[in-house]
Nanobody, 120 residues
Framework: QVQLVESGGGLVQPGGSLRLSCAAS????????MGWYRQAPGKQRELVAT??????NYVDSVQGRFTVSRDNTRNTVHLQMNSLKPEDTAVYYC???????????????WGQGTQVTVSS
């Protein structure tokens, strides 16, 4: 059983900052990619940022404002969000591609989501 638990969401004013964290726990052999997705009301879930090894990838709308980082010793991933805009308002989901054993296939796991609201 694998669990992803997020923390750090909340209400912030435009131009402010928030830091999201996600910890993976349970029966984990290895983690390939970790990252963040978001879903705004009435919209499809979209990729925000992922990190694989030392390589990170961002959606264009957050490039230069958000930074994804990962601690492999703790199986955690973080998303530092600066210069937040109202259009960043969404539920943010942690994602990780995990193998529970060395012979298992890679599977995607999701957190429960954390609300980020950017409003004055």
């Amino acid at each position: 059983q694998v669990q992803l638990v997020e923390s750090g969401g909340g209400l912030v004013q435009p131009g402010g900052s928030l830091r999201l964290s996600c910890a993976a726990s349970g029966s984990i052999s290895s983690i390939y990619t970790m990252g963040w997705y978001r879903q705004a009301p009435g919209k499809q879930r979209e990729l925000v940022a992922t990190i694989t090894g030392g390589f990170s990838n961002y959606v264009d709308s957050v490039q230069g404002r958000f930074t994804v980082s990962r601690d492999n010793t703790r199986n955690t991933v973080h998303l530092q969000m600066n210069s937040l805009k109202p259009e960043d308002t969404a539920v943010y989901y942690c994602n990780a591609r995990i193998r529970t054993t060395s012979w298992d296939t890679w599977r995607d796991y999701w957190g429960q989501g954390t609300q980020v609201t950017v409003s004055s």
